[in-house]
C-alpha cells in the first residue's frame, strides 16, 4: 500500500482543485502510520482521509491523504 500526501487551502479544499504535478509527497504504509502518530492531537478528522489544520493566523488548511492498494 502506498500514497501521496499535500496540502489544500480551504478554497482548493471546498472546490474539490486536484493538486499540482510535484506539489505531492509519496508516502508508504509506514510513513503514514508515523504521520498520523505525530498529528493526531493537531488534526480534526474529516471524512475521504482529509484532516483540517488550523495555522497561528486561523487559517484552516486540509492535509489530504491519498491512499492506493499495490
Not at 22 to 44: M, Q
Amino acid at each position: 500500500m502506498q500514497g501521496y500526501v499535500f496540502v489544500q487551502s480551504e478554497e482548493e479544499y471546498e472546490t474539490g482543485e486536484q493538486p499540482q504535478q510535484g506539489s505531492c509527497i509519496r508516502i508508504d504504509l509506514e510513513g503514514l502510520r508515523f504521520l498520523c502518530e505525530k498529528l493526531k492531537d493537531y488534526i480534526e478528522d474529516y471524512p475521504n482521509y482529509h484532516f483540517r489544520l488550523k495555522t497561528s493566523g486561523g487559517q484552516n488548511l486540509y492535509l489530504c491523504l491519498r491512499i492506493k492498494q499495490n
